[in-house]
Every structure is written in C-alpha cells, then in structure tokens.
C-alpha cells in the first residue's frame, strides 16, 4: 500500500479560492475503468468513489494498491479540472520489503525471468521500459511468481526495471529479504539475515539488560546455542561468536564450562553483569578452553556478595587452557576473589582490571592456585579434586592489568604456578598489605616468576594513619615450613611499597630464592628497605639498585651472586656468609666478597643470523648489538637483532652466533631464556604458542624454539622466516661456561 496524500492537502481554483466539494475518481491506468483505494493502510475499508473533499477542499487519507492508476480532478459541479494518469502506490517501508531488479533486453525479448519472487494479481509489482511505466494488462502479463511477458517484443537494450514489494507477514519482516551493504566500495552485498547471523546475541534469547529481570536463564540458553554451533562444525577450533549488547544484565551465574577444542568468542560492547545471588561465581570457565572474553564489566554488591567474577580451570586434574580475557573489568564484593584462576594453563589477561572491595585481610582481588588450596565451584560440572592436588599450571601473561584490594587484603596471591609473567604496565596497590603473596613448600613452589610493574600507594602521596598503601611488594607466606622459589625476577622503578620490597612471613620458616634477577631501582617511599629476612632469608642471583642505602644485605643469611648499585660506601650492611661480587657503578670499583671470583671487564659482540644450511642465505642489519660480562664462569649477555633476511635455498634451524667472546656452553648443559621481544613478522611451528632461547651443549650458538601447551618443544627453522620481511628479535639470559 501507499499514502497518496500526507500531509492531507487542499485545493484551490486559479484565484486562490478553496473548491469545498471538489472531487476526486480513480480509474486503472491508462483506462476509464473505476479503481478501489483505502481510508487505511491495511487496504480492508474501500473509499467511495469519486472521493469527495470537505468544507475546505480537503481530501482524507488516501490509501493506493501498488498497482498503477489515473486520477481526475473536478469541482462540486463536475467540471474536470485536473487528470493524471500513472500514479501508483510506492510501499512503506515498515509494510513491505521493496527489491528492485534491472534487466537489460535482448532483440524481440518479450519473456523475462526475475530473481526476486511476487504474488501475481496482488499489486505488489511495478515495471518501467527505459523510465516509462508499463500498465498491466495492456503492456505486460503478469505470467507468475517469478516471470513476466510482454505484449509486445522489446527491441536489443531496452532497459526494464522491475519493483517487487513482498508484504510483511503477521507484522514483521523476513530479514532474510532486506539488503544489506557497508557503504565501502569493493564490497559485496548480504542481506539482513546473514549479517545478523554473524554473531548471536543474548538478547535474541530473551535477555532484558535492565538491570532488575533476572537474565540468568536468557544467558545459559545462549550458551546452550553456541555449543550446537561450534559442534555443528564437527572439528577443532570451530568458533562461535557472541556479542552482548550494551545494558545491564543481572544473573546468578553463566554457564561457560567444559567448551572444549573449540573457539568461542564473546563480545560484550561494554555490557555489565550484575550478580544477583551470593557465593556464585558470576562467569563460570571451569573445564573450558579456547575462550576468549572481551569489554565485559562484571559486579557484585556488599548485599550480594557473589564467590567470584570469574572461575576458570579443570574440574580435576586435567589440563585446561588457551584463554584470554582482554578489556575485562572486574570490580566488587568477593566472597573470595575478582578472578579465581585455579589452573587455567596458558591463558592471557589483557587490560583487565581486579578489585576486591570486600573488607578482610585474608581475601584477594585475584588467586592463582595450582595446589587445589581453593577447590572450584560449580553448578554446572561435577568437580572431582580434592584439597591439595597438584595442577600443571604454567605460563599465565598479564599485561597492563591491574590489581586493586581496598578491603585490606593482598592484591595477588600465588602457588605453584610456573612461567607466569607480569609485565612492565601492570599494577598492583593494596591497603595495608602486599601486593603478591607467594606461598609455596615442597612440591607446591612458584617458579620461574616475573614481575615487572608498578607497585602503587594509595592515592594520596601522603597517606594517613592506618590506611597505607602497599607494605610490601613481595610476600613469602605459609604455615611455618621453609619456602623457596626458582627463578624470581623482579623489576620496577619506584616501587611505592611502605616497607619492605621482600618479606618472610612464612610464621618460622625460611625462604630461598634461586636464579633471581631483582632490579629494583629505587624504593620511593622514606623508610622502606630491602628485605625482611624474618626467620631467614637465602638468595642467588643478581641484585640492581640506584639506592645502596635500602638494600640492607645483613638481613639475609646468604647471598651469592652479583650487585650493581650507585655507592658501595652507603652500603648499611652485608650478608654474614656467601660469595658475591659488587659492581660500583659510580666510583667505577669492583668487590669481591667471600669466596674469590675472576670478573671480566664488559665486553661485545656481534650476532649473525645463519642457518644449517646457509644457502644463498643474506642479511641486512639495522640492528646488531651483544653485549655481555663474566663474573668467574657466569656469563651475563643480551641480543637485540633488526633484519631483512633474503633465501631461497637457505634451510634448517636458525642459528644466532657471535658469543664466542663470552665462551661456550660445557658439555652436558644446556641453557633457557626468555624472548623479550619478538616481532609479527615471524611464523610459529606447529603447535606452539610461545617462544624461548636457548643455548646447547658445548655450543655459544643460540637457536630459538617454539614451546605449546602439550606439544613438543620446535625449533624455529628458515620455515618460520619470510624472505624479504623485515625481523626483530630480542634476548637476554646467564649461562655457566668451561
């Protein structure tokens, strides 16, 4: 249907005078045959015919079929002043669904096959030759749903355009019949349907976002969907992908458990999850992999007090993981924590924030646990570990995310974690506490831990009694055993912690850390020192400070190893036993302590990529640094490659040489690093999904391998090079040499 007249319009005569009583007949197109039109949209009440105006020469709404008609003016005394012939309804768009289709003719063409489907006899089409409209039955048939004849042939390029308008069905729209297009030249059209396809949406399943209606239902069915879908893909990796509109959706909990080898990606445009029944855990990814999470803000009230925002990890021992939570906002009342993590191997935390609002000096913002001390909880999966199982539980990345207790707990409490990494922009502040607790005895020990971020105080650079801000930075805890740690790195500038930057509060036992790499430059708070040894304290490894007058080395029992500071001479005191050499930087001396060690003066190098098999390998550098220094048979070096490799023939493993300087690595050894910089332009071996060097058996070559969860260790070969591209590549580490 169509409106013919909106607004309603009035008549007047050539001097400006209304024509009350005027009239108005409608006949088909292009004949003196009268033609129904409509007082409603809906074409059900028929006008009469002629259509008379009122008092003031106005018509009333006039409602067209789609069809073609001729109009004819007269006053009240049936004197024609006005007729026009071809006017014919266009359809509201909220009515119908309008496709046009052009069709260029061939010679004596009079029989054409349309794509787009109508209704024979309905009015719902409208046909031009070259812009001039065709009346049916006179110019053309209406043969069927799909096809049309003319009456008379076309000559070779007659342009003909045809209008189809498909009536809505029971007041909505086939969405499958609506075009879509973005505008950009080169792109291709969809419709509606498809596009609309491209994710799912909670709200199709019933959710509200008003913040009050219970949505919990509307989420799990979602979920129920979203499993068809990846597992109608009948393959790994399958992906399904969510969005969740802008609201605010209250729910118990979401069930996300036990996806499996399979991509779901989840979108959440800001959206916000308000927990609405305590001790739940508002997202639950416990035996889920392959999950990624991204603009999601989560919430748990002071009278909801939800378990957590977040659980993630096996329900026994299995090994789950791969995730990432990128954008993810986490902020409230936790019965336990923000984010409990509790064996979620391999997953990535990007721009994500945890907060712990809740008042306890026991409770975190996030839990790290590879000891089953919190054991997961679930409405979903049935959960089968016990209270100190062990978890594989390796290689966790946070970047630039942050950790915020105001409650008075710690930030961040770990164990038995391994090869996690926090990074330089991440951020931990507490109250009255520490910002990563560490607990670990026995076979439940945290290695390979680096920490590189800010440690915050509270946000008043002089804060007030009883409301200070981070303690320490890093806290040993336990139950009175001796603690220890393999490989603790350590970085930041201007740690703001209140006291102490390590601590033993084990309650009677020792701590010893291993292969530490502890450069604290400075210590921004009057007062704070070094370390609380507590009932002991044992280190190895390298210590770097600007502040010699904080690094209170007596409290320590042992320490072997290296230390570069700024004035030996403010040096309060030293560890009573351990073999240590330290570097002046200021006054350019050396000391050795304790047992007597060769120190090296500083020296470099220069790194060469090769492979194997060179070939007609060749390479251009714009960066190509080595840098290293000796202390006895401990080499200390770093690589920082830029280059364009060209081959064709070139195979076999990569291979970076130049150390030789520094000497080689004895017999029966081998070495690992970390990459701290690996640009994109590098491919990944099979299964892998993180890098790593290392050094070989009596070698000073270095090779680059890639390391994945539950795949075999890959050596990078000329494989993972693109010829031509430009490649960086970074690398530091110690190593023992002959």
Request: a negative charge.
């Amino acid at each position: 249907m169509a409106r013919l007249f909106n607004p309603i319009i009035q008549n007047v005569d050539g001097s400006g005078e209304v024509r009350p009583g005027q009239k108005m007949l409608t006949f088909d197109a292009g004949t003196t045959t009268p033609k129904v039109t409509y007082t409603d949209a809906a074409l059900t009440i028929p006008h009469s015919n002629p259509i008379i105006a009122d008092a003031n020469g106005k018509f009333p709404d006039v409602f067209l079929e789609l069809s073609g008609y001729k109009l004819r003016f007269t006053d009240a005394n049936d004197v024609q002043y006005l007729e026009t012939d071809g006017v014919f309804g266009t359809p509201d768009i909220e009515d119908t669904v309008q496709q046009t289709q052009r069709i260029t003719a061939a010679a004596d063409q009079t029989t054409f096959n349309l794509t787009n489907s109508y209704t024979p006899g309905a009015s719902n089409l409208i046909v031009f030759i070259n812009g001039t409209y065709q009346y049916p039955p006179a110019n053309y048939i209406e043969t069927d749903s799909s096809t049309i004849t003319f009456t008379s042939p076309l000559e070779a390029g007659d342009l003909v355009d045809v209008i189809t308008a498909v009536q809505r069905v029971s007041g909505s729209t086939d969405a499958s019949q609506v075009t879509y297009t973005n505008g950009v030249s080169g792109t291709v059209s969809l419709n509606v349907q498809s596009k609309f396809r491209e994710f799912i949406n909670v709200k199709d399943f019933g959710a509200t976002g008003d913040g009050v209606t219970d949505d919990t239902g509307a989420f799990n069915a979602l979920t129920s969907y979203a499993r068809t879908q990846v597992d109608a893909g009948n393959a790994r990796n399958t992906t399904a992908n969510i969005i969740i509109p802008p609201g605010r959706y209250s729910i118990s909990s979401w069930d996300l458990t036990a996806i499996t080898d399979r991509q779901i990606n989840i979108l959440g445009s800001g959206a916000v999850l308000i927990a609405n029944t305590a001790a739940k855990n508002v997202v639950d990814m416990t035996q889920s992999r392959f999950m990624k999470l991204s603009n999601l803000v989560i919430y748990s009230s002071a009278g909801v007090e939800a378990r957590s925002g977040i659980q993630m990890g096996p329900k026994g021992t299995e090994t789950v993981g791969n995730n990432l939570l990128e954008n993810v906002f986490i902020t409230g009342h936790w019965a336990d924590a923000a984010l409990m993590n509790l064996g979620s191997e391999t997953t990535q935390f990007e721009n994500c924030n945890f907060i712990q609002l809740k008042t306890n000096s026991t409770l975190y913002a996030a839990v790290f646990d590879g000891q089953s001390v919190f054991i997961p909880t679930s409405d979903y999966v049935t959960v089968t570990r016990t209270p100190g199982t062990g978890l594989s539980f390796t290689n966790n990345g946070m970047n630039g995310t942050q950790f915020r207790n105001e409650g008075g707990g710690s930030s961040v409490y770990l164990i038995k974690t391994e090869g996690f990494n926090f990074d330089a922009s991440s951020y931990f502040l507490t109250f009255n506490n520490s910002a990563l607790d560490l607990y670990g005895t026995g076979s439940s020990r945290n290695k390979g831990l680096y920490i590189r971020g800010q440690f915050e105080n509270s946000q008043n650079d002089i804060p007030t009694p009883g409301n200070i801000g981070i303690r320490t930075c890093v806290r040993f805890v336990g139950d009175g055993t001796n603690t220890a740690i393999d490989g603790l790195t350590i970085e930041s500038f201007g740690a703001q912690c209140e006291e102490f930057a390590l601590k033993n509060d084990t309650g009677g036992g020792t701590v010893r850390i291993s292969n530490a790499n502890l450069r604290i430059v400075d210590l921004a708070r009057p007062g704070a020192v070094w370390f609380d040894a507590g009932t002991g304290m044992f280190v190895d490894g390298e210590i770097f400070t600007n502040e010699a007058d904080k690094l209170n080395l007596g409290s320590l029992n042992t320490f072997n190893g290296t230390i570069s500071l700024n004035d030996y001479t403010a040096l309060p005191s030293e560890p009573s036993s351990g073999s240590y050499t330290v570097y002046d930087r200021v006054n350019g001396e050396v000391y050795n302590k304790g047992t007597h060690v060769f120190v090296d003066a500083p020296g470099s190098f220069t790194p060469t990529i090769t492979f194997a098999t060179p070939g007609d390998l060749s390479v251009a550098y714009s960066k190509q640094t080595g840098n290293f220094y000796k202390v006895d048979k401990v080499v200390h070096f770093s690589i920082s490659l830029a280059f364009t490799p060209t081959f064709s023939t070139a195979s076999g493993e990569l291979r970076i040489s130049g150390l030789s300087p520094a000497g080689a690595v004895p017999a029966g050894q081998r070495y690992n690093f970390a990459l701290s910089t690996m640009n994109s332009s590098w491919a990944w071996p099979a299964g892998a999904t993180q890098s790593a060097a290392y050094i070989p058996s009596n070698s000073t070559l270095v090779r680059v391998q890639g390391i994945g969860t539950g795949a075999a260790y890959s050596v990078f070969t000329a494989t993972e090079l693109t010829s031509g591209a430009a490649h960086s590549i970074e690398i530091s580490g110690t190593y023992l040499t002959t």
